[in-house]
T-cell receptor, first 112, second 112 residues
Framework: DGGITQSPKYLFRKEGQNVTLSCEQN?????MYWYRQDPGQGLRLIYY???????QKGDIAEGYSVSREKKESFPLTVTSAQKNPTAFYLC???????????FGDGTRLSIL | GQQVMQIPQYQHVQEGEDFTTYCNSS?????IQWYKQRPGGHPVFLIQ?????EVKKQKRLTFQFGEAKKNSSLHITATQTTDVGTYFC????????????FGQGTILTVHP
């Protein structure tokens, strides 16, 4: 969807390396979310943030970290502690509690 | 938190046949949202249902929310090849920072 930009589209991680996935939105949305999607499966919530400088762990936060220094940006770091990082990562945002989530195009992360 | 089970996991149909996916919960749901994800793409919001017994239509798509607000369905009449993708139900959003819980999704394949 227009307004949410994820980069890069494809990313490769070496053993023991941390990598950061970018998510930027110009929709003026307060809330932002990170999901992980494995092949043939649903979306699992990693982290979410309602306001700047505040974020909460989702269902599978171990091995991941985030920051929310600006309203527009919610980067996700996949740390070396995440032993199975290969997946499709989706960032989403929304403006109010009753509104739907808008998704970026996603980043596919693979292990080298 | 709330959980939703979605069935079937896969559905293969011939073009022109109907298709239905179901979303079930053991607890009363505050709302149901439906998303569609095309192969290689990201989820796109289709609709939200909030009222008991609510029925909404979008062209060939019919969405229902059960009387007890514990189940929902998405029905597609006369499928077309453009309908292929994964259909997800999701619930939540009214509390907990708008966090959504997604079903596992139903992967629809349409054979021409």
């Amino acid at each position: 969807d227009g307004g949410i930009t994820q980069s890069p589209k494809y990313l490769f991680r070496k053993e023991g390396q941390n990598v950061t996935l970018s998510c930027e939105q110009n929709l003026n949305h307060d809330a932002m979310y990170w999901y992980r999607q494995d092949p043939g499966q649903g979306l699992r919530l990693i982290y979410y943030s309602q306001i700047v400088n505040d974020f909460q762990k989702g269902d599978i936060a171990e091995g991941y970290s985030v920051s929310r220094e600006k309203k527009e940006s919610f980067p996700l770091t996949v740390t070396s502690a995440q032993k199975n990082p290969t997946a499709f990562y989706l960032c989403a945002s929304r403006s109010q509690l009753s509104q739907p989530q808008h998704f970026g195009d996603g980043t596919r992360l693979s292990i080298l | 938190g709330q959980q939703v089970m979605q069935i079937p996991q896969y559905q293969h149909v011939q073009e022109g046949e109907d298709f239905t996916t179901y979303c079930n919960s053991s607890t009363t749901l505050s709302n149901i949202q439906w998303y569609k994800q095309r192969p290689g793409g990201h989820p796109v919001f289709l609709i939200q249902l909030v009222k008991s017994g609510e029925v909404k239509k979008q062209k060939r798509l019919t969405f229902q929310f059960g009387e007890a607000k514990k189940n929902s369905s998405l029905h597609i009449t006369a499928t077309q090849t453009t309908d292929v993708g994964t259909y997800f139900c999701a619930t939540g959003g009214g509390t907990s920072y708008g966090k959504l819980t997604f079903g596992q999704g139903t992967i629809l394949t349409v054979h021409p």
